[in-house]
């Protein structure tokens, strides 16, 4: 009798242990609402095993399980919470692959005391353990890489998938894992291997696209000297206007002299002000000198293009991040923003940029039209000619420096960027 109880004890344990890492593998929120909505689900499919036991028989329901709890249960995942197909496949694969923990546990307690009951007692206290540890510790890391393009996810559940399937051939349709046959013992090692040399690949395409972007951020480190040598450039032309507004009482009174007695030496003298006058004028956007250079630079070269540049800003003069790391990406956006406006066959070319500061988050939001809308890949925009996005992956590398979030989006052919650092 106390068997049967640890047995049926361990069969809900087990169903409700894959139903929930599942779930949590892809990143479901472990809240109140969803756990309630999983038990449910639960309850509905552990009906259904018994509908179907209570039927055909236990024997012919456990040869059945694949089709009456997991394939309904990644269908679930598909619709209701909207997860691509083949992350939730991974993700139920890689929750049943995570069960062997328990089973490995249970035969060595059962091989220990030849009792059946250590084995289910083993087994249902273990499975509590991982569960425990896997929501609290991985599921944040497995969301991440479930969230990867198909391609990535292919070779991720390459290995859960093949022992899915090896499992149930071996071990829950046949015997021929304890058949002693050596093709079949060997063959999860063969699995391991070509798992791991794929593993290889990737990972090396991988360091390959991270060398990339280390050299896109030597050469932002480049291009910010320059644009930190026109800030500074403008600053000064800053101060030299403060002088020539002081001094302006005295050219006035120059320039009376000069119209009296000799009108020649006057329009030099009217000329020779207004070269000092040149590269003075910045536009005070906010509070921070850093945004009104870099802002001020980029609106003039929206104009010389005949483009418009709407800026709503809303900033203290002491920014919660370092005015470098903001010059780098506020110019990599608005050059962004430039380019595709170029690229756009309307006749009024125009951007929004918003900032606003509250609290210690700055919020950097630009809006501009587009005709053609670019292709994403893990969210980000990505372009297929040489020489361009370099932009983009200068933003995202910045952002993440700065531990902030980025996104970006197209909604009725407007492109759309948010920063929150």
Not at 68 to 88: A, C, E, G, M, N
Not at 403 to 411: I, L, M
Request: glycine share 4%; proline share 2%; with cysteine.
């Amino acid at each position: 009798m106390l068997v049967q109880i640890l047995s049926g004890i361990h069969n809900l344990t087990t169903m409700l242990y894959g139903i929930y890492i599942s779930a949590f593998f892809l990143g479901v929120k472990q809240n109140r609402r969803n756990i309630g909505t999983l038990f449910l689900f639960s309850c509905g499919e552990g009906l259904l095993y018994l509908v179907v036991s209570f039927l055909y028989g236990s024997l012919f329901a456990k040869e059945l399980y694949p089709f009456v709890i997991h394939l309904p249960l990644v269908i679930f995942l598909v619709l209701y919470y909207h997860y691509p197909l083949i992350s939730s496949l991974t993700s139920v694969f890689s929750a049943y692959l995570s069960c062997q923990i328990s089973t490995w546990v249970g035969l060595f307690a059962l091989d220990l005391t030849r009792q059946d009951w250590c084995y289910y007692l083993s087994r249902i206290v273990t499975t509590l353990l991982v569960f425990v540890i896997l929501s609290r510790f991985v599921c944040r890391t497995t969301a991440a890489i479930f969230a990867k393009d198909k391609r990535e996810l292919c070779i991720i559940g390459f290995l859960p998938l093949v022992y899915y399937i090896f499992d149930y051939a071996t071990t829950k349709f046949s015997n021929l894992l304890y058949s002693g046959n050596k093709a079949v013992v060997e063959f999860m090692g063969f699995a391991f291997c070509i798992a791991y040399l794929i593993f290889l690949l990737v990972y090396f395409k991988e360091f390959e696209q991270k060398q990339e972007i280390r050299q896109y951020s030597d050469l932002m480190e480049i291009q910010l000297m320059s644009i930190q040598k026109e800030i500074d450039q403008v600053r000064n032309s800053r101060q030299e206007l403060s002088i020539l507004r002081h001094d302006m009482r005295h050219h006035l009174n120059m320039i009376q002299t000069f119209l009296q007695n000799d009108p020649e030496q006057a329009q030099k003298y009217i000329q020779e002000i207004n070269d000092a006058y040149d590269d003075t004028v910045i536009t005070t956007y906010s509070k921070n000198d850093t945004l009104n250079s870099v802002i001020s630079i980029y609106q003039t070269r929206f104009t010389e293009k005949d483009l418009r540049l709407e800026c709503n800003i809303r900033t203290q003069a002491e920014l919660p991040c370092p005015d470098i790391a903001i010059c780098t990406i506020l110019s990599n956006a608005l050059e962004n923003a430039m380019h595709a406006l170029e690229q756009s066959s309307a006749d009024d070319g125009w951007a929004r940029l918003t900032i606003t500061q509250k609290n210690h988050q700055l919020l950097l939001e630009i809006e501009n039209p587009v005709d053609q809308i670019p292709k994403f890949v893990d969210g980000i925009p990505a372009s297929t000619r040489k020489g361009h996005g370099i932009g983009v992956k200068s933003i995202v590398y910045y952002v993440e420096q700065l531990h902030g979030q980025y996104h970006f989006s197209v909604s009725d052919h407007m492109f759309i960027l948010r920063i929150i650092v």
